[in-house]
């Protein structure tokens, strides 16, 4: 495919046979494996979630200290014999030091179930630097676990506000702080996030969804040039993919829509948004000269309005309802062909002057 690959190396019982330090038998394994297939490995977090400590699979007693000792056994060993290799950390999920005023903790997911460390006891015992500093993000926690902590699930009518949209920058920014105190100058990424941990909800395959996904790529971009990894492809309420059947949901019509016209610069639009619109810039994918807005609409009973100073190319995400399991681009549904091939995501021509955006719409005006 030429995909690149990020892979999470374990942290259990088994990687520690005398009690002490990490053994790296099972890493050189792994690496091996894909350099003998011609596939190196491009990027390397040492465990998944390490604040989670003995939930995310450490050894019983495992401590802040213990993960800044191993993890510098890895990336010393990575340093040497895979000096290409990224080295990105700590994937933390729900950090306490990140949770802030207005994300209220929703950010934090599962690990607001358990005992956890902070980012900065992970790595202030650390001498090889991060080439990547990543977290875990999740909206809040999904229906499915919301009676074991109620206060981090968002309820369905919830899920188009203000509040709800903001969780995502806000924990950005949060993180973004966490990354200057410990590796200035680095990218940041998530390396895992989807609508609600604990499997998502049961909204999270639907429209629905669609304007929390869109707003969390454009705000995430214009607070860091990282990357979003997407939890996940083909399972669960999020996957992009229904699953056994592999049919997109409308997130991933979303998505696709999102990396064929938004381009790597980004523009600072925030003075342009209101109240219920939401606005994001950025240059054009196919190098032409102008520039693509994608402007949401959150409201869900007002029309809302741009001035265009010139024709456009307009291309609206939209659907019957909410909690339709189908999307639609400027009226009609996107699906398959029934040979499997990808619909064509054409545009209509928008001329300058008043646009109309109907309410819960997601638009893509390329300039």
């Not at 007002?302 to 265009?308: A, G, M, N, S, Y």
């Not at 024709?311 to 639609?328: F, K």
Request: proline share 7%.
């Amino acid at each position: 495919m030429g995909a690149k690959l990020l892979v999470s190396v374990s942290n259990c019982a088994g990687d520690h046979p005398s009690g002490g330090p990490l053994d790296l038998a099972q890493a050189k394994k792994l690496f091996a494996f894909s350099h003998q297939h011609g596939v190196d490995i491009d990027a390397i977090e040492f465990m998944n979630e390490p604040n989670m400590l003995e939930l995310s699979g450490a050894p019983k007693g495992y401590t802040a200290a213990d993960y800044a000792r191993d993890q510098d056994i890895l990336y010393a060993w990575v340093r040497a014999n895979y000096p290409k290799c990224l080295l990105v950390g700590p994937c933390t999920t729900g950090d306490p030091s990140a949770v802030t005023r207005t994300s209220q903790g929703f950010g934090a997911g599962i690990a607001s179930l358990t005992r956890t460390c902070t980012t900065q006891e992970l790595l202030a015992g650390t001498r090889i630097p991060l080439d990547v500093f990543s977290y875990h993000y999740y909206n809040g926690v999904s229906e499915r676990i919301a009676g074991v902590l109620p206060s981090a699930h968002w309820p369905s009518q919830m899920a188009h506000t203000a509040p709800y949209l903001a969780v995502a920058p806000d924990c950005a920014r949060a993180h973004a702080a966490l990354r200057d105190q410990f590796v200035p100058g680095t990218p940041m990424w998530v390396t895992e996030s989807g609508d609600a941990g604990g499997g998502g909800d049961t909204w999270a395959s639907t429209y629905l969804d669609v304007l929390r996904t869109l707003n969390e790529l454009g705000s995430y971009a214009a607070i860091t040039d990282g990357v979003i990894f997407h939890n996940t492809l083909a399972s669960s309420d999020y996957g992009f993919l229904a699953p056994r059947i592999f049919l997109p949901r409308p997130n991933y019509f979303a998505v696709l829509l999102w990396n064929r016209l938004m381009g790597t610069p980004v523009y600072d639009c925030a003075a342009l948004n209101r109240e219920n619109t939401h606005i994001y810039c950025h240059s054009r994918r196919d190098g032409a000269p102008g520039v693509v807005y994608l402007i949401l609409n959150n409201s869900l009973t007002e029309v809302r309005t741009v001035t265009l100073p010139k024709d456009a190319l307009r291309y609206t995400l939209h659907a019957e309802t909410l909690r339709s399991p189908t999307i639609q681009l400027n009226g009609a549904e996107l699906s398959l062909s029934d040979t499997g091939a990808l619909p064509a995501l054409e545009p209509v021509p928008q001329a300058r002057g008043t646009v109309p955006l109907a309410p819960g719409s997601c638009t893509f005006l390329v300039l």
